[in-house]
């Protein structure tokens, strides 16, 4: 036999073809429960109040169930196994909402239209609000922000030490110019050696994991400084202070490695958590990337540049953000854009299955990637041929005039 299921934010009521009612569930209006049932079905999950109610209809001999709610028949078919069908306009169903008043009367609840309508109205508003909640702390969202401060962290480490080796170099110029390039590695060495007197071929290999040569070129380089001697301890606590935002930057990179693999598992299988979470923030979420073309993805990052072959005609950019994946930019010139062509196919296949739920396929795209870059690099091992023709015809040098 086929029953009619209608939920509604008072109950969720079964009932037959003659509109008799079968079974239901009475809220109570209890606000707490109605957003706690209705939260479950967002999430496809099965509230037990739910299955026992389809179980009672069962017994009573209802093997089919008709809804106008798609949440419902993927629950009711998918998870407990029921024979379910949709139906966006249903007449039964339709008559049974506009009447309801008078069906709330004959399971016993005694309810006016205007109490009805005041308890949608404030029901209504909790469940927005709960869903506003939950969108605004989206994995993507939160994606977007720690790879928005990560980078601003970068650009300030940048910039501070930029300043850290102008104002140590007034004690130890030779360090600060020639010897130590790594902006962390620098600001370590000043906060925890301190006065270039402390360069000691010792105390550098005590602390630091620095080949012997260099240790040794530091070393005579600190005892031939003609740098000036003057208290360092605000020098050192700037120097902290990188070192501190560089702890802080790991910290966040391990926090997004995470994100990644729960929210873009085949994007971070690809390219990795920096690079996806670049994409995402660049499309503005995961939903706009998944929906985005692979030929836009492969420029990602590189709009200014294409704004510029658009208005002047100079070179077309092969790729943005995705230049940054190490198999791109170690690739030989000639090939790079065919390489950032065929990862940016695969991107967008891998963001596609992460935003829809799909299985984990990183591994096997990942392997294609692999093989499809051999071929390119066999199939082009030498850089194309320039061309000095213009039109199929051969360049005429213009004759001096007499």
Known sequence: MKSYIADTLIGIFAFDETGNILNFIDFNGNHKKIIEF????????????????????????????????????????????????????????????????????????KMTREEILTQYKKISEELTKKQVSQASGHSDTIIIHVITVIDMIKKSVSLFSSHLREW????????????????????????????????????????????????????????????????????????????????YRQQLEIYLEELMVKTAPNVNALVGSLIGAKLIAKAGGLQKLAYMPASKIQLLGAEKALYRFLKTGEKRPKHGLIFQWNQIRSAKPWIRGKIARVVAGKI??????????????????????????KEIEVKYPNPPKRIDTVKGKKKKSKKKRN
């Open 38 to 109: 209705y939260n479950a079905i967002e999430n496809e999950v099965v509230h037990e109040i739910y299955e026992n109610f389809l179980f009672e209809l069962k017994n009573s001999g209802f093997y089919e169930f008709i809804f106008d709610n798609k949440k419902l028949v993927s629950i009711t078919s998918q998870k407990l196994g029921y024979n379910a069908d949709f139906k966006k306009v249903s007449v039964e169903l339709k008559e049974f909402r506009l009447n309801l008043e008078n069906q709330l009367k004959k399971v016993g609840i």
């Open 168 to 247: 140590y170099g007034l004690h130890f110029p030779e360090l600060t110019d020639k010897i130590i390039d790594d902006n962390v590695l620098m600001a370590k060495l000043i906060s925890i050696l301190g006065s270039r007197d402390k360069f000691t071929f010792d105390n550098i290999r005590n602390n630091f994991n620095i080949k012997e040569s260099k240790i040794k070129a530091l070393e005579q380089y600190a005892l031939d400084s003609m740098g000036a001697n003057f208290d360092l301890k605000l020098i050192q606590d700037y120097a902290n202070q990188i070192i501190s935002l560089e702890t």
């Open 348 to 373: 967008g296949i891998s963001v596609k299955v992460d935003y829809f739920s799909g299985k984990f396929i990183g591994i096997d795209l990942s392997k294609e990637i692999e093989q499809k870059i």
